[in-house]
Structure formats: C-alpha cells, structure tokens
Antibody, heavy 118, light 110 residues
Framework: EVQLVESGGGLVQPGGSLRLSCAAS????????MSWVRQAPGKGLEWVAN????????YYVDSVKGRFTISRDNAKNSLYLQMNSLRAEDTAVYYC???????????WGQGTLVTVSS | QSALTQPASVSGSPGQSITISCTGT?????????VSWYQQHPGKAPKLMIY???NRPSGVSNRFSGSKSGNTASLTISGLQAEDEADYYC??????????FGTGTKVTVL
C-alpha cells in the first residue's frame, strides 16, 4: 500500500524557516517524480514544486523561487521542502504527492499545516 | 503560472448530469493531453478522478468522464449522487515542466 506521511509543520514567525519531510513507503520511491502541493485555508490547491527521480531537475512556482528548496533522499525514501523567508501568504496545508510521468498526482499524503504568524 | 479557470460553483439534482469546465492556454491545457481532475471532500486530501484527459483510475465510478477541446477541458458527472458533493480541481502539465491547478469548483447536489 502506497503511503506518504508528512511531518514538520507548525507555527513560525514571518521571516522564519521550516523544513517539511515526507516519508514514502509501499512503492519504489526512486522511480517517481515527487511534488509538494499546498492549500491555504479555505482556498484552492496550488502546486509548489517538484523533483525528478534522481534529483537532477527541480521546478518551482514563481511565488516560492529563491525561498523554498525541494530535495530528496532516495536511500531514506524521503522528500523534503526547506522553506526560508516565510510569509503570511505561505500559510497552508502542505501535501506530499507522488507524480506520474504525465504530470498527474496519483497519491497524496494527509498534509501538514504550516502557519506563518507573529 | 496563472491558475486554470473553473466556475466557482455548479449544482444539480440527484440523477442529473453536470459538467465542469477548465480553461487554460496553449501552454498548458491546449498543448498537452495531460489534464487531470481531483475530488476533494472537506478536511480530506484530494482524490484522483480522471487522468490524461479522459482516463479513469481503477475504482473510480464510470459516472465520471473527461474530455478536452482546444484550451478547455471538461469533467462530466452523470447520475449525480449525494456523495458527489465536493470540490473539484483540474490540473495540467505545462510547457515550463511545472503543474498548474484550476481555481476549483464547488459541486452542490440539490
């Protein structure tokens, strides 16, 4: 059974940093692109970033470029999102997601809430 | 990286059919047959309903179908049921190798 379990969310002050983790199991992690998708309270889904199987390619939504870094450790079956210079508008539930070759997400984690507030 | 455009809400009576549109550009929806649709109930993670424009994952009811014409994709739910009441999002691969989601549509079963 495919499982994606996020951790690392919490309350952080504006300008602060947070690192999200996603533990993957039930599939060959190193064979898939992985993504982070977020959802602000009461708002829609927003794709944040994705990373190729070997980490050689990474893409970001414009609003997080230069502030967020996606990475992975295939030996640990883990995905990460380092978030720096956090802003109030980054407040959201962050989902870890398995991405297929044609760009659809077939499995989602349960999400972890990040709140940026003073 | 503008969000794809969806109607804010669509409603229908049980048994009826409804269609949700998803409009993008030639750099996303119109440029690739890589449109997907997701259902999200309150407080839950999204669930994949349609992928690659018109394919249904195993376990998804055949009441859900997808299509595309030009820069607009559509999701049709036939034989509307109470359990279909949820938020629906489209998504597309883009020419920048990124993904983009739609603005979301709230489906209400009257």
């Amino acid at each position: 059974e495919v499982q994606l379990v996020e951790s690392g969310g919490g309350l952080v002050q504006p300008g602060g940093s947070l690192r999200l983790s996603c533990a993957a199991s039930g599939f060959t992690f190193s064979s898939y692109w992985m993504s982070w998708v977020r959802q602000a309270p009461g708002k829609g889904l927003e794709w944040v970033a994705n990373i190729k199987q070997d980490g050689s390619e990474k893409y970001y939504v414009d609003s997080v470029k230069g502030r967020f870094t996606i990475s992975r450790d295939n030996a640990k079956n883990s995905l990460y999102l380092q978030m720096n210079s956090l802003r109030a508008e980054d407040t959201a539930v962050y989902y870890c997601a398995r991405e297929t070759w044609s760009g659809y997400v077939d499995y989602w984690g349960q999400g972890t809430l990040v709140t940026v507030s003073s | 990286q503008s969000a794809l455009t969806q109607p804010a809400s669509v409603s229908g009576s049980p048994g009826q059919s409804i269609t949700i549109s998803c409009t993008g550009t030639s750099s996303d929806v119109g440029g690739y047959n890589y449109v997907s649709w997701y259902q999200q109930h309150p407080g839950k993670a999204p669930k994949l309903m349609i992928y690659d424009v018109s394919n249904r994952p195993s376990g998804v009811s055949n009441r859900f179908s997808g299509s595309k014409s030009g820069n607009t994709a559509s999701l049709t739910i036939s034989g509307l049921q109470a359990e279909d009441e949820a938020d629906y999002y489209c998504s597309s691969y883009t020419s920048s190798s990124t993904l983009v989601f739609g603005t979301g549509t709230k489906v209400t079963v009257l």
